[in-house]
């Protein structure tokens, strides 16, 4: 089965920029959708962005116009290009599928994201 393994995460300074990358272990082509997801203190896991094979993506309000969601299937490989930062976005960010059947690989370690004011 395919693992996922996140990295990229850092400490900045709000305004800051970063960019994510989530390496799995094996062909990431069949996986129509991947998604980010973040997990912040005491909150629930939520989607941020998500991204088809197609190239279609989608973002969640709270990041759109500052995160941009690319994949390299040749590369197995899922990134997240994070501007703008904000204290908010403090939070442990993951990658996984993301389609509408909730159907998702197991969770890799997650990378830590924080940002100060």
């Known amino acids: 089965q395919v693992q996922l393994v996140e990295s990229g995460g850092a400490l900045v300074q709000a305004g800051g920029s970063l960019r994510l990358s989530c390496a799995a272990s094996?062909?990431?082509?069949?996986?129509?959708?991947m998604g980010w997801y973040r997990q912040a203190p005491g909150k629930q896991r939520e989607l941020v962005a998500r991204?088809?094979?197609?190239?279609?993506?989608n973002y969640a309000d709270s990041v759109r116009d500052r995160y941009t969601i690319s994949r390299d299937n040749a590369k197995t490989t899922v990134y997240l290009q994070m501007n703008s930062l904000k204290p908010e976005d403090t939070a442990v960010y993951y990658c996984?599928?993301?389609?509408?059947?909730?159907?998702?690989?197991?969770w890799g370690q997650g990378t830590q994201v924080t940002v100060s004011s």
């Open positions: 996984n599928k993301a389609d509408a059947y909730g159907t998702r690989l197991p």
């Open positions: 094996g062909s990431i082509f069949s996986i129509n959708v």
């Open positions: 991204i088809t094979n197609g190239g279609g993506r």
